[in-house]
């Protein structure tokens, strides 16, 4: 039964839809010097409030850090807008003169921007450089949990783009983040195209809901340490990558798969690097928190490790930088081995390759099939054996995997929507940016006639009376 807040909320999402529309229909009309400072503009102000906002995202959702939030920030004013600065989205885009094809942007309308908690005002930064580069309008459902700041990062970018000549209700955001305002903006007949990041039900609500629609599945990034890697400056990227917001980003390692022969090494890397491994008693207390009800306690999300040890009841020193346990089972009966969103880490100890593979491949399983996998070698021969079978849409090799599959510190786009293709239930496994939120018209030249008739073909048999 709709309840009065359910109803406002749902009238709000059509006001929006109304005024973005409006919008687009302007936006669509200008010329690309337009565009380019409307977006430009956008990220300026963005980079400007990088830090305002990660203090909004900590202190209204309590996940992750004011620092690695305001890089996050950064990360989408700075990365992914000199990703999409020179991208043509206007008119004729692509002119193939020897085929006689010319190419032509067409913007797809309305997007539906789908905010998660975790990453809450990089997102809003990153989804509207995106969708007004394309000349679309965009409407924003923020998390509950983080209403307040979502709506502020997106006010920021309205206020950005209307400076610089955009419409105003190009960039909104719903004030009563409701399921029934949620699935109003999804299906409504205004809405275009859905970009979606947020938790498996909310993605399959949005491939539900009978509009095209950008998904992102789950992560459960197994990351092999190969005995050719070097290993003091694997464990440093892979601490790095997997204490940044206190392992908010869902392309973050979340298994470690080491060669036998190196065990010994990482093992005192790690603990040197500020790693703590839990004991057997350590391991079990940490286990019983990480799941509630088969699903992951988000009480433990975007945490301290000390935080986390504080409602385990163990102690740890005070600098320790990421939780540790020794894991040699695989399923949603093992916390270890599943997606965790914060410092803790699963180490399994394989014999070679083959059984790293095996390996990675049941935890791809349990929850996380097309998304990310890691490896840190030096023998290409091996790096290319390994990789070229994995089920997922990004490999990182030697980098830490929350920043190479954002495409931070490697050449892939930058973006915070990692899809996962088909094997994860998404449309694609490419990282979604500007590209994906235009189409493209195509103006074919004739260049050659159709034969009559095919050579050497069998006339027709007689009508038989």
Known sequence: ?????????????????????????????????????????????????AGRLAAMAVEETGFGNVEDKTLKNLFAANDVYNSIKD??????????????????????????????????T??????????????????????????KCTAEAARIMQEAAERTGAPKGLISCITQPTMAATNELMKHKLTDVILATGGPGLVKAAYSSGKPAYGVGPGNVPVYIHESANIAKAVQLIIQSKT???????????????????????????????????????????????????????????????????MAGIEIPSGVKLLVAEETEVGKEYPFSIEKLSPILAFYTVKGMEEASELAQKLLEVGGLGHTVGI???????????????????????????????????????????????????????????????????????????????????KEPALTK
Not at 399 to 420: E, R
């Open 1 to 49: 039964m709709l309840r009065d807040i359910d109803l406002q909320s749902i009238q709000e999402v059509r006001n929006y839809l109304e005024e973005a529309k409006a919008a687009q229909k302007i936006l669509e009309k200008m010329t690309q010097s337009e565009i380019d400072k409307i977006v430009e503009s956008m990220a300026n102000a963005a980079r400007e409030e």
């Open 87 to 120: 991208v043509k989205t206007v008119g004729i885009i692509r002119r193939d003169e020897e085929n006689r094809v010319w190419e032509i942007a067409q913007p797809v309308g309305i997007v539906a921007g789908i905010i998660p908690s975790t990453n809450p």
């Open 122 to 147: 990089s997102t809003v930064i990153f989804k509207a450089l995106i969708a007004v580069k394309a000349r679309n309008a965009i409407v924003f459902s923020p998390h509950p949990s983080a209403a």
């Open 244 to 310: 940044f917001d206190y392992g908010t980003i869902c392309a973050s390692e979340q298994a470690l798969l080491v060669d036998e022969s190196i065990k010994e090494k990482v093992v005192a890397e790690l603990k040197q690097q500020g790693a703590y491994f839990l004991n057997e008693e350590e391991k079990q207390k940490v286990a019983s928190i990480i799941m509630v009800n088969g699903s992951l306690n988000a009480k433990i999300v975007g945490k301290a490790p000390q935080v986390i040890a504080e």
């Open 376 to 458: 840190h070698a030096e023998d290409e021969k091996v790096i290319e054996a390994y990789t070229i079978d994995k089920p997922a849409g990004r490999i990182v090799v030697n980098a830490g995997t929350t920043f190479g599959g954002i495409g931070a510190t490697v050449n892939v786009k930058p973006s915070l929507t990692l899809g996962c293709g088909a094997i994860g239930n998404n449309i694609t496994s490419d990282n979604v940016t500007v590209t994906h939120l235009f189409n493209i018209k195509r103006v074919a030249f004739g260049v050659r006639e159709m034969p009559k008739k095919v050579e050497g073909a069998q």
